[in-house]
């Protein structure tokens, strides 16, 4: 079993930044790609970004693409999402994910998730 740990959310102006973190522990997640998902309140919970075990390899949702970077430290077991720019429909709550296929959106791991509030 993985478990997921998320901080670093809170709240933010608008045009404001935070650094969201992913602490993975348990079983060894080597080879695992990570994610980060959020969902809003009434909406569907939807992807954000992924990266490759290695890190050579991210990918993001258009809302988010040149304000949103995706990295990790395998070493630490820690994934992390640097979000810069925030704009007030990013306010949601932030959910961080592991998996062999979690590129793909299939997922079987989850943090709790934390939240990132931003005021216009």
């Known amino acids: 079993q993985v478990q997921l740990v998320e901080s670093g959310g809170g709240l933010v102006q608008a045009g404001g930044s935070l650094r969201l973190s992913c602490a993975a522990s348990?079983?060894?997640?080597?080879?695992?790609?990570m994610g980060w998902f959020r969902q809003a309140p009434g909406e569907e919970r939807e992807f954000v970004a992924a990266?490759?075990?290695?890190?050579?390899?991210?990918h993001y949702t258009d809302s988010v693409k040149g304000r949103f970077t995706i990295s990790r430290d395998n070493a630490k077991n820690t994934v992390f999402l640097q979000m810069n720019s925030l704009k007030p429909e990013d306010t949601a709550v932030y959910y961080c994910?592991?998996?062999?296929?979690?590129?793909?959106?299939?997922?079987?791991?989850w943090g709790q998730g934390t939240q990132v509030t931003v005021s216009s």
């Open positions: 994910a592991a998996g062999y296929d979690c590129e793909s959106g299939r997922c079987p791991y």
């Open positions: 990266i490759n075990w290695s890190g050579s390899r991210t």
């Open positions: 348990g079983r060894t997640f080597n080879g695992f790609a």
